[in-house]
């Protein structure tokens, strides 16, 4: 069993930078495929952002080009690097790990463990 917890959200203002840190514990992180997916109020849970055991990345279109995802497999830790950030980017943001896969995926079901979220909101 592993354990993931998000750190770095909080309130910014539209075209304010924000960094998302998820801690994970577990010897087999490095080959982990991990995720960042986001919950506004009233909507589903979307991806956001994923990054391979590889380091291939994958973006959502409404991150793509503002946001940036990336791994440090010697500390075990997962980032999410968020530039000019729009009100629509309001939400809480979930660290995911997919054990099992070796590519990245859309579907939330195909990650395994989930941290316990960290808001974020952003202010017009």
């Known amino acids: 069993q592993i354990q993931l917890a998000e750190s770095g959200g909080g309130l910014v203002q539209a075209g304010d930078s924000l960094s998302l840190a998820c801690a994970v514990s577990?010897?087999?992180?490095?080959?982990?495929?991990m995720a960042w997916f986001r919950q506004a109020p009233g909507k589903e849970r979307e991806f956001a952002a994923g990054?391979?055991?590889?380091?291939?990345?994958l973006y959502s279109d409404s991150v793509k080009g503002r946001f940036t995802i990336s791994r440090d497999n010697a500390m075990n830790m997962v980032y999410l690097q968020m530039n000019s950030l729009k009100p629509e980017d309001t939400a809480v943001y979930y660290c995911?790990?997919?054990?099992?896969?070796?590519?990245?995926?859309?579907?939330?079901?195909?990650?395994?463990?989930w941290g316990q979220g960290t808001r974020v909101a952003v202010s017009s």
């Open positions: 990054i391979g055991s590889g380091s291939s990345t």
């Open positions: 577990g010897r087999a992180f490095s080959a982990y495929v």
């Open positions: 995911a790990a997919d054990r099992f896969s070796s590519g990245i995926h859309y579907s939330a079901g195909t990650y395994d463990t």
